[in-house]
């Protein structure tokens, strides 16, 4: 009986180390998200504070280039979907 319940002790043991081990990942992990998050709200504001600037020092230029920008989307656009449509019929 004692070799029993000597395995079960040993077995009990190594679920509670596996567990703890387990919550202290999803512990570091989380706070690795956080200031992921943390990170990329910050660069976002950077990025926006960029583009703001940058529309106030040369309006023109900016809106030639999401102008340009928007006119080549919408061409590959077309182009994708008419060769799609040729490859269906």
Known sequence: MTLLADIQT?????FEEKAADTVRQVEHFARE???LKARAVHDFEDLRDA???R???AP???AA???GAGVLIGAVCVWAT???SRREA
């Open 51 to 53: 583009a703001s600037l």
């Open 55 to 57: 529309v106030r020092r």
């Open 33 to 35: 998200a956080r200031a």
């Open 10 to 14: 040993k077995a009990q043991k190594s």
């Open 60 to 62: 023109l230029t900016t």
């Open 82 to 84: 008419e060769r799609c």
């Open 65 to 67: 280039t999401v102008f």
